[in-house]
């Protein structure tokens, strides 16, 4: 028994596919109509520009707890010679601030979701 599907690779649509086997078929250029999108496919491409926003000051916020405070944990430190304190309380405070990271970003993208009705249960 064979089974047909649909499968769309790269710019190509595969009109005939097997489920034993693997690909077999033609390919076909995809049509017009397959380029032009609808309401619902502008909300999902909206959606995607604020997600990737969001991932993106969330990727600088973790760049800055990561490296920029560590570059200055010399100067966090108290007198010349004594314990290095500053990178200590730079390492555990960049912990913290992960852990606030996480939750934050999870929950404006919770929001995100909810906004656009593609939330999880």
Known sequence: MRF????VVSGARIVQGSA????????????RRDYIMSKQD???????DRTKSLLFTTLAIWFVFSFVVHWFGEQ??????????????????????FVILI???VSKQNKLDEEFDVAED
């Open 76 to 97: 966090l430190n108290g007198v010349a010679g004594s314990f290095p304190g500053g990178y200590f309380m730079a390492g555990q405070g960049s912990q913290i601030a």
């Open 42 to 48: 502008s909300g999902a491409l909206s959606h995607w």
């Open 20 to 31: 034993y086997g693997g690909f077999s078929g033609e390919l076909k250029p995809r049509k």
């Open 4 to 7: 047909v599907h649909r499968y």
């Open 103 to 105: 939750f934050w970003f």
